[in-house]
């Protein structure tokens, strides 16, 4: 059965702090790996990445997916609180239209 | 600006109850989708449409009607509500070619 696990489950840091955020998966015929931001609302998408080894950058937020291992990292560096959410991981595999969610990472960053 | 909107962003309903969760997309998307978001079981797809009138199950049809008589627009509907559909709905849209899903700002129903 395919799944995809996130870790930690929730993290408390403080603001300034570096995290990295871990999405383990086992797929049939992985496609692609996504990661979104949910605050209060609907999640928001950070980055899509398909080919092992190029890190995704933007701004402060970075990833990078490993094919071999079968995971990929979210790191934050400078962590502010604005970036208290929880952070979401999902696998497109097989016949590409449905993706598999992780249970997400819930981030708490502290002043 | 690409929008995904649901109709509704509070509901409360009783048991027993008939319940439509509209959700319309402007971005000319082919793929759309219901999903239930619960603490503890993450996000669950409900059913899906890859174009009008075309239906999928996903992972939890049971108690969950669509309807996709328009491209942009994606229904789902709740034939006889019951307690355990207390829930945060979230609609989704994505092109043809797979790429990122949009989101709506979802609809939480309370089913008292």
Redesign the interface.
Known sequence: EDKVVQSPLSLVVHEGDTVTLNCSYEVTNF??L?WYKQEK?????LF?LTSSGIEKKSGRLSSILDKKELFSILNITATQTGDSAIY?C?V?AGN????I????TSLAVNP | DVKVTQSSRYLVKRTGEKVFLECVQDMDHENMFWYRQDPGLGLRLIYFSYDVKMKEKGDIPEGYSVSREKKERFSLILESASTNQTSMYLCASSPRVPGELFFGEGSRLTVL
């Open positions: 496609r692609s996504l609302k609907a999640p928001t998408f899509m979401l999902a497109r590409n239209r449905k993706l969610w992780g249970l997400g």
